[in-house]
């Protein structure tokens, strides 16, 4: 089945530190994969893709890279502001059809 | 352009009663989605209109949730009656066809109690 497993959380760091939130899948076929952000009060926001292998995706300082090999797409982001305090869900889709697969989600926090 | 609106964003009922939520998606994308979280749990996949049909109701839990789509606009999620596990953020989303052009609500967080 598809199926994606992401960083539990939550995680707080500093301000300027490194993050990194790891997310694996499981699909049939060649999925296109997804970092979605939901910042308080807001919906779910686009915040990069790759569609195939080896493809990074990037935005807002935040990249992630399509490994095939290791079922991987982590995110992220050298130094995190305060203002990137939000959810983060990794997701799939599977281009067959329109549906989304999530993970839970990791909420970060980012203090001064 | 207006996005994805959805009403309420909150609502709080009591086990066994009924409640309506509304997704109003962009205007012109023939693609609608339900989706929820339930607390802590991964954001799943309700069900999926094409314009006014059902395309994929594959995710509906059970008999309780009714969807709708008149018109092929605005869309309307019935939970009837309601029970405690029903509780959880119910999201929608719209899209003209292709996966990257989903955009996504707010969402409507519904409390069972």
């Known amino acids: 089945g598809n199926s994606v497993t992401q960083m539990e959380g939550p995680v707080t760091l500093s301000e300027e530190a490194f993050l990194t939130i790891n997310c694996t899948y499981t699909?049939?076929?060649?999925?296109?994969l997804f970092w979605y952000v939901q910042y308080p009060g807001e919906g779910l926001q686009l915040l990069l893709k790759?569609?195939?292998?080896?493809d990074k995706g990037s935005n807002k300082g935040f990249e992630a890279t399509y490994r095939k090999e290791t079922t991987s797409f982590h995110l992220e982001k050298g130094s995190v502001q305060v203002s990137d305090s939000a959810v983060y869900f990794c997701a799939l889709n599977r281009n067959t059809g329109n549906q989304f697969y999530f993970g839970t989600g990791t909420s970060l926090t980012v203090i001064p | 352009e207006a996005g994805v609106t959805q009403f309420p964003s909150h609502s709080v009922i009591e086990k066994g009663q009924t409640v309506t939520l509304r997704c109003d998606p962009i205007?012109?994308?023939?693609?609608l989605y339900w989706y929820r979280r339930v607390m802590g749990k991964e954001i799943k996949f309700l069900l999926h209109?094409?314009?006014?049909?059902?395309?994929?109701e594959s995710g509906m839990p059970n008999n309780r949730f009714l969807a709708e789509r008149t018109g092929g606009t605005y869309s309307t999620l019935k939970v009837q009656p309601a029970e405690l596990e029903d509780s959880g953020v119910y999201f929608c989303?719209?899209?003209?066809?292709?996966?990257?052009?989903?955009?996504f609500g707010s969402g409507t967080r519904l409390t069972v109690v």
């Open positions: 209109f094409v314009k006014e049909s059902k395309q994929d």
């Open positions: 699909a049939t076929g060649y999925p296109s």
């Open positions: 989303a719209s899209s003209q066809a292709r996966a990257e052009g989903y955009t």
């Open positions: 790759a569609t195939k292998a080896d």
């Open positions: 205007s012109g994308h023939d693609n």
